[in-house]
């Protein structure tokens, strides 16, 4: 891979770290070092319902305390417009 095209995918993760961060009401290190995983919820015609984060329970429970709208099962569910457009928005985020 060449550099110019690493350092454009590490500006996107940091995008995405920063924005994931802000969702969850998290500073942006909490945020780079929070483990965690996304996937939809599909409905039966294939439409997605609604997009759901789920966060490992290994992360630093301080943390997880912080992270807003969070269930017993350490998940957040999202409209998937609103999490999509989020998480890859370049502009800066204020939630």
């Keep these: 891979m060449g550099q110019m095209k690493k350092q454009a ?11 994931m961060a802000a969702l969850f009401g998290l500073t942006e290190e909490e945020g780079r ?3 965690y995983h996304f996937d939809d919820e599909m409905g039966t015609n294939g439409e997605v319902l609604r997009t759901f984060v789920t966060f490992d329970s290994s992360n630093a429970p301080e943390v997880l305390k912080k992270i807003k709208g969070m269930d017993a099962s350490n998940t957040v569910y999202f409209d998937p417009e609103e999490f ?5 928005s370049r502009k800066a985020v204020i939630w």
């Design 9 to 19: 995918i590490d500006l996107e993760q940091a995008t995405i770290d920063r924005n």
């Design 33 to 35: 070092n929070l483990q």
């Design 84 to 88: 999509y457009s989020r998480r890859h």
